[in-house]
């Protein structure tokens, strides 16, 4: 079933992509093959830079979002935006489907849901004017 709108809420260890429209929800769950034990600095690194990310990863997710035409990103650190990074280098038709990137922590399913419906309400409403 094609949904309109998206969210995704994401950290290093998962994402939940939830497709909304009026009367459904469709919701999966995605997760890297090698979660990350940690992402901070490498101690004693000389450069002090941070595990690579895994690419296959975020590929997962934007395979996970698609069928949406537009898409809420959420979630409480730097995953959100490194899966924004990657839609800019590998999915150039998505990047125009991400209207909003917003820091949120850890709500169920049914507060993601209830928080993207209003945030599409308000976003649909700021259009009309």
Do not use: C
Request: net charge negative; no cysteine; proline share 6%.
């Amino acid at each position: 079933m094609s949904h309109y709108h998206a969210v995704v809420w994401l950290d290093h260890n998962e994402a939940h992509v939830i497709h909304i429209s009026p009367d459904d929800v469709e919701k999966s769950v995605v997760q890297p093959v090698n979660p990350p034990r940690h992402l901070q600095r490498k101690r004693g690194s000389v450069s002090g830079s941070r595990q690579p990310e895994d690419p296959h990863y975020y590929h997962d997710v934007v395979e996970a979002m698609k069928g949406a035409t537009e898409i809420l990103i959420v979630g409480p650190g730097h995953a959100k935006l490194e899966l924004i990074k990657h839609v800019h280098a590998h999915d150039h038709d998505m990047v125009d489907k991400i209207i909003g990137v917003e820091t949120v922590d850890h709500p169920s399913d049914a507060q993601l849901v209830a928080h993207a419906r209003k945030y599409f309400v308000a976003k649909d409403r700021m259009l009309e004017m």
